[in-house]
Nanobody, 115 residues
Framework: QVQLVESGGGLVQAGGSLRLSCAAS????????MGWYRQGPGKQRELVAT???????NYADSLEGRFTISRDNAKNTVYLQMNIMKPEDTALYYC?????????WGQGTQVTVSS
C-alpha cells in the first residue's frame, strides 16, 4: 500500500504562483509514473502533468507552459510549480502514482485563484 499526501494548496491571485508537493509513504524510485490531476467545479478530473521514473514529462496542452512537474527521489516527493496562474486553474489537485499496473491517489489539495 502507498499513501500520497499533497500539500501547498491555497488561495492565490491571478498571475501569482504556487508550488504543490506530494509526499509518498515509500521510496518513489520504482514508481513508473507520478503526476497531478485536477478537478474543477462542475468538471471532470483531468490530467495536469506526469513524470516517469526516467524523468520524461507530459503536460496538458491547455497549460501553455505555465506549470512544471519535477520529482526528488531522495525525498520521495513530486512537485508541481504553477506560475502565471489563472482563475480557471481553480480546482482540487490530486497526486497520482502508478506502480506496475496499480494506481494510487492522494486526497487532494484545494487551489483557488482569484481574479
Amino acid at each position: 500500500q502507498v499513501q500520497l499526501v499533497e500539500s501547498g494548496g491555497g488561495l492565490v491571485q491571478a498571475g501569482g504562483s504556487l508550488r504543490l508537493s506530494c509526499a509518498a509513504s515509500r521510496n518513489i524510485f520504482s514508481f513508473n509514473v507520478m503526476g497531478w490531476y485536477r478537478q474543477g467545479p462542475g468538471k471532470q478530473r483531468e490530467l495536469v502533468a506526469t513524470i516517469t521514473n526516467g524523468g520524461r514529462t507530459n503536460y496538458a496542452d491547455s497549460l501553455e507552459g505555465r506549470f512544471t512537474i519535477s520529482r526528488d527521489n531522495a525525498k520521495n516527493t513530486v512537485y508541481l510549480q504553477m506560475n502565471i496562474m489563472k482563475p480557471e486553474d481553480t480546482a482540487l489537485y490530486y497526486c497520482y502514482a502508478r506502480i506496475i499496473l496499480k494506481d494510487y491517489w492522494g486526497q487532494g489539495t484545494q487551489v483557488t485563484v482569484s481574479s
